[in-house]
Nanobody
Framework: QLQLVESGGGLVQPGGSLRLSCAAS????????IGWFRQAPGKEREGVSC????????NYADSVKGRFAVSRDNAKNTVYLQMNSLKPEDTAVYYC??????????????????WGKGTLVTVSS
């Protein structure tokens, strides 16, 4: 069964950090760009970051630039999202997805082939 599983979400205070993981089973992530997306309550899902299949190219939403960092370990078939200086507005369900990035290195929803079920991140004091 092909699946992506996110983990690492939870409750954190403003200014804190979390590291999300996206692990694949049933297929290898080596040939896929991996996108992180999030959906806050009452809002549409939005792209957060994208990393190319080689890991050599990354892309971030303006709202998280300088605070979030995406990386991948193809040997472990896992992608990570390090989130620092978290803000209440980062509260959302975070999803990872595997697919193809566009010409500008962005992971767009229509380009993603596989999706995880999400992990909840809550930033609150």
């Amino acid at each position: 069964q092909l699946q992506l599983v996110e983990s690492g979400g939870g409750l954190v205070q403003p200014g804190g950090s979390l590291r999300l993981s996206c692990a694949a089973s049933g297929f290898t992530l080596d040939y896929y760009a991996i996108g992180w997306f999030r959906q806050a309550p009452g809002k549409e899902r939005e792209g957060v970051s994208c990393i190319s299949s080689s890991g050599g190219s990354t892309n971030y939403a303006d709202s998280v630039k300088g605070r979030f960092a995406v990386s991948r370990d193809n040997a472990k078939n896992t992608v990570y999202l390090q989130m620092n200086s978290l803000k209440p507005e980062d509260t959302a369900v975070y999803y990872c997805a595997a697919g193809s990035g566009d010409a500008n290195g962005r992971c767009l929803e229509y380009g993603m082939d596989y999706w995880g079920k999400g992990t909840l991140v809550t930033v609150s004091s």
